[in-house]
């Protein structure tokens, strides 16, 4: 296990969150840094799809993770495990990240000369949704136990997502899960929107995944 | 299906949130109704369990339905196929409720001689644990897709419920979820906390549950 710091992130005293998000995606892109900011719902399993796309992509690129929660360092704990260099962001209770908090976490985890930062937001299909983190690129992920209505019912989140990963794949026969219906509503949110079936627990799907997640990182250096 | 109204929620303009929230609680205890505030992340299985949870008590209790979402009408719909009086409130993009958009539901839904109101909140484990909504008692539902490491990182959630439903132990086998380790967790946070795993969908555990229920309603209204 690397070790790894545990920071309690303070609130921002920005007013203009969008205009800050805009200087930190600068900040980044001049560092060289590609920030992506992964978000779900609590569970829908961000940290193990991240474990697979680190052991994807680790003898490519250069990756630094930030696991954001109101309480416990799980989530970076196991992260360490894989020799990644990581930070747990404790937020205050606070449901969502905003540019400034980002930028406490990128500072404080000294990422310079890394080609990929992930930030794994809070778990919340609502308020991550509303708030610019700076982040280059954003993903989310919706597991198969969640159901395929989610898409109608969060429907912001869907919208400002550059990908959707779809993850639990493994047990689709257990649920009333519709994946070709979830795709269309997904679909008619954002049409542009790249989606990977995946399996985090079994590793299907997850090349394809974290293929696309390299030709960002690769595209943003250019 | 029964029909069923759609209304739109305005923000609320009192600052003490608290305080109204006492306030509500008297309101409805003069009226002989009992708030359940349910909540839970999203597609943890708050409708399904509500839909078996009707069926359970829908001869004993005068029963009624609010369904919180973002956006769509999904969930009031499903309930509106038990025959019980449901409303839907869309929240505006908000992540919670608080006590006056929970008064502006009940009124719209014109509740007087109801025994049972069920608040189905927003899919959230963070905003709905920080605003007193007026409820008698506060139920969570966490489901077994979700892990067991749950209560660490959503503390809070875990304080302020009466009572917890684990739901989908129907597919326990197929998931690292270690049922033991989840309550121990939960009751360090919360001793008095009343714990119900179920199935809503094989419906296992329910009658306990609804049991739980019906006692609370009875007791509230001596």
Known sequence: MNEYRVIEIKESVFEDNNK????????LKDEGTFLLNLMSSPGAGKT??????????KDQLNI????????SDVDAATISNTGTKVIQLHTGGMCHLDADMTRQGIRALDAKHTDLVVLENV???VCPAEFDTGSTKNAMILSVPEGDDKPL????????????????????????FDLEACI??????????????????????????????????????N
Chains 1, 2 share one sequence.
């Open 48 to 57: 193990t799809t991240l474990v697979k796309t680190i052991a994807e992509l």
């Open 184 to 221: 269309s509503r997904v679909k008619k949110l954002n049409p542009n929107i790249k989606i990977f079936p995946v399996s985090a627990k079994t590793g299907e799907g997850i090349k394809e995944w974290a293929n696309w997640l390299l030709e960002e990182v690769n595209k943003a250096k």
């Open 20 to 27: 800050d998000a805009a200087k930190l995606r600068k900040e």
């Open 123 to 125: 778990g919340n299909l």
């Open 64 to 71: 630094a993770i930030m696991e954001a929660d109101i309480d």
């Open 153 to 176: 019912k969060y429907p912001l989140m869907f919208q400002i997502s550059d990908a959707l990963v779809i993850n639990k794949i493994d047990v689709l026969d257990y649920f009333d």
